[in-house]
RNA sequence: GUGGGCGUAGCUCAGUUGGCAGAGCACCAGGUUGUGGUCCUGGGUGUCGGGGGUUCAAGUCCCCUCGCUCACCCCA
């Protein structure tokens, strides 16, 4: 052990040079967002923990067991988020952003955290992209978060994601298919804990991913056969809008997302070399949310795409980028005059537009050499007393081994020049 | 929250029936007091995760603990 102190269990974290694909997938996603016309949302990362009990929901998992709530000075409960949705809505609210043009498009990213036992791809602070789409009923837009996913995905060279498909139904056609369900299951010989997740979120036991449960459940009544008219109007409209942009997807009528206040369309991005934890990613729509939390009727569909799952999958499929030191210069001084010399030199450069770097540490030449080889710099600007003297200083070309002697002064125009 | 596997150098790992902590890579220095990659020489850089116990002696055996990891559950 190299230090008194850890990091927190299960938090995940990216140094070099694996941290490059993290900077890279997460540049690229900004990107393509921006293309689709979302704006960029930066929000806390702890809001008042009600807010994510009515919003996220009472009965969930994620706020019965997997917050990390805390008591501030003041005597506020605050919970650090497990999710994005509630608090962009809830931000939107509060700044009126609704009573503008709609839909309300905005994306967002950072740090989420659930207080959940580790695993391969899960841990307690982890990282999302986010998209909202707030303010329109319009299938299209279930589809275009859709596309704009799948759209980021291919910039990052993924190719094995599969997308999962269902509609939830809605406050008219869910709780009639809801209670229906309830009743087959209250017949079928479940255990205690699945018995009492009948009572409180019977969806969810479709979902279960244990074989005894799944082959109980296999006649089960589905949500899509007992959609309303609205609700299968929407979801084939969204399913019509996918095929219009070639779109594959996977009709999944057990799927059933975690969080209470998903509707109508609900969706998942797998991917198929991750193990247990194969979901990167998912999304829906949450007409209800907003009233859930106090505002005005406010319909709303997005998503929330795990950056670390997406990472892991880029190294599984061998596309994860690797860090690429970016330095066209490497400064080489030898001695203490042409190292202060070197020094404003490099600085220059990197005005001038130029990567650049040094050696630092009074290393030797032979050292020095050795950081500029390491830096992937194309040239080397040696400079020693003998060529301070001179008013010049080497410029090596480090893979020709060409070396020419450049006057001080030209430098920066010349170096500039070169690496163009 | 429940179960399985694993913790030895920066990294990947070896370490026999308990007997002086090792290898490769990386790193540092020198060969060359002004020239990198290749080569040669030299250097181990360590709380064997932590604590306790057994023993003449523990990396090795026992207990506890922390962490990592895989799966259940849940989900990103």
Redesign the pocket.
């Known amino acids: 052990?190299?230090s008194?102190f850890?990091?927190p269990?299960?938090?995940s974290e990216y140094v070099p040079p694996r941290s490059a694909a993290f900077l890279a997938a997460r540049d690229a996603y900004a990107r393509a967002v921006t293309r689709a016309g979302y704006g960029y949302i930066e929000l806390p990362v702890f809001e008042d923990t009600q807010l994510f009990a009515r919003g996220v929901g009472e009965s969930?998992?994620?706020v019965t067991k997997?917050m990390y709530s805390l008591t501030d000075r003041g005597g506020r409960s605050l919970s650090l988020r497990p999710?994005f949705t509630a608090g962009v809505v809830r931000a939107v609210l509060e700044h009126g952003l609704h009573k503008g043009q709609l839909p309300v498009k905005l994306w967002t990213t950072g740090p989420a955290f659930?207080y959940?036992?580790?695993?391969?791809?899960?841990?307690r602070q982890?990282y999302?992209v986010d998209l909202e789409a707030i303010g329109t009923e319009d299938p299209a837009v279930d589809a275009e978060t859709i596309a704009v996913a799948f759209d980021w995905y291919r910039e990052l060279g993924l190719t094995r994601q599969r997308l999962l498909l269902n509609s939830l139904g809605c406050r008219e056609c869910r709780p009639a298919y809801r209670a229906l369900l309830q009743e087959f299951l209250r017949g079928l010989p479940l255990d205690a804990a699945t018995q009492a997740?009948a009572e409180v979120n019977p969806l969810?036991v479709l979902?279960?991913?244990?074989p005894e449960?799944r082959a109980l459940v296999a006649d089960a009544p589905l949500m899509i056969d007992h959609l309303c008219a609205a609700c299968k109007a929407h979801h084939d409209t969204v399913r019509e809008r996918l095929a219009d942009l070639a779109i594959e997807w996977v009709d999944e009528p057990r799927l059933v997302?975690?969080?209470d206040y998903y509707m109508r369309t609900a969706y998942?991005?797998e991917h198929p070399l991750l193990?247990?934890?194969?979901?990167?990613?998912?999304g829906g729509r949450y007409d209800g949310l907003s009233e859930d939390i106090g505002g005005p009727p406010l319909p709303g569909i997005g998503f929330?795409?795990?950056l670390?799952?997406t990472v892991l999958a880029m190294e599984a499929e061998g596309v994860a980028a690797t860090a690429q030191r970016a330095c066209d210069v490497y400064g080489v001084p030898?001695g203490e005059a042409a190292q202060r010399r070197v020094f404003t030199l490099v600085a220059e450069l990197r005005r001038a537009g130029v990567a650049a770097d040094m050696a630092y540490g009074g290393?030797?030449?032979?050292?020095a050499?050795?950081g500029?080889?390491?830096s992937g710099a194309r040239f080397?600007l040696?400079l020693?007393?003998?060529?301070l003297a001179e008013g010049v200083a080497?410029v090596?070309e480090?893979?020709t081994?060409e070396?020419t002697a450049v006057p001080l002064d030209d430098i920066v125009t010349i170096l500039k020049g070169k690496v163009r």
């Open positions: 052990m190299s008194s850890q990091a269990k299960g938090v969930t998992d994620v997997e999710e659930r959940e036992r580790p695993q391969s791809g899960r841990y982890f999302q997740r969810r979902d279960d991913k244990r449960v997302r975690g969080l998942e991005f193990g247990a934890q194969s979901g990167i990613g998912g929330g795409l795990g670390d799952r030898l290393k030797g030449l032979k050292g050499m050795k500029a080889d390491r080397a040696i020693g007393e003998r060529d080497q090596k480090l893979a081994g070396q």
